[in-house]
């Protein structure tokens, strides 16, 4: 089956620092991608959907130079969180849409501590 | 109204019985509906997706959907330990693109 690839599973980082967190889908050519956050014991919230060779667009109350998302090929998508906070901690996760079946893959999520 | 509505339960059911977990969605052209599976501390892991009205088998999973009502549910018969878990109902609203939106998800508990 499809497979989505995320890297690293897990990062600690001082406060101030950027982390880089890498989609990557693995079998088949994503032209959109998605990023999502969740936080302990509530559902997946949306950040901003990242099209192939065109800026990503964002959802209501993210903050686009916070979350810099590139998608610079048709298999991967990168998420910078920059000048990372305590509160920015969480489960961070991508998703690829194969359009052949029109279905989301998700990949394995990226948790995020920010000391 | 939420656009996509679950009971966030938990629902408990003892093994080898049927779970039924239940969705509505509040846009009535909504074309594409996906059931996902989400253990704790890990990514959402598709199990099903529907399109059309009616039921759509996979395994112990049936899907079903129900444009009028605006429904559709997730069935796993013979209900095993394993399949704790939380699951999220997604939908593909008109207008989103490919952009999913979730309910908040049902916790089952499989209770030997």
């Known amino acids: 089956g499809a497979v989505v690839s995320q890297h690293p599973s897990r990062v600690i980082c001082k406060s101030g620092t950027s982390v880089k967190i890498e989609c990557r889908s693995l079998?088949?050519?994503?032209?959109?991608m998605f990023w999502y956050r969740q936080f302990p014991k509530q559902s997946l919230m949306l950040m901003a959907t990242?099209?192939?060779?065109?800026?990503?667009?964002?959802e209501q109350g993210v903050e686009k130079d916070k979350f810099l998302i590139n998608h610079a090929s048709l298999t991967l998508s990168t998420l910078t969180v920059t000048s990372a906070h305590p509160e920015d901690s969480s489960f961070y996760i991508c998703?690829?849409?194969?359009?052949?079946?029109?279905?989301?893959?998700f990949g394995e999520g990226s948790r995020l501590t920010v000391l | 109204q939420k656009e996509v509505e679950q009971n966030s339960g938990p629902l408990s059911v003892p093994e080898g019985a049927i779970a039924s977990l239940n969705c509505t969605y509040s846009d009535r052209v909504s074309q594409s509906f996906f059931w996902y599976r989400q253990y704790s501390g890990k990514s959402p892991e598709l199990i099903m997706s529907?399109?059309?009205?009616g039921d759509k088998e996979d395994g112990r999973f049936t899907a079903q959907l129900n444009k009028a009502s605006q429904y559709v549910s997730l069935l796993i018969r013979d209900s095993q330990p394993s399949d704790s878990a939380t699951y999220l109902c997604?939908?593909?609203?008109?207008?989103?693109?490919?952009?999913?939106?979730f309910g908040t998800g049902t916790q089952l508990k499989v209770e030997l």
């Open positions: 990242s099209n192939e060779g065109s800026k990503a667009t964002y």
């Open positions: 529907i399109y059309s009205n």
């Open positions: 079998d088949f050519q994503a032209t959109t």
């Open positions: 997604a939908v593909i609203l008109t207008g989103g693109g490919n952009k999913l939106t």
């Open positions: 998703s690829a849409f194969r359009a052949v079946t029109g279905e989301l893959f």
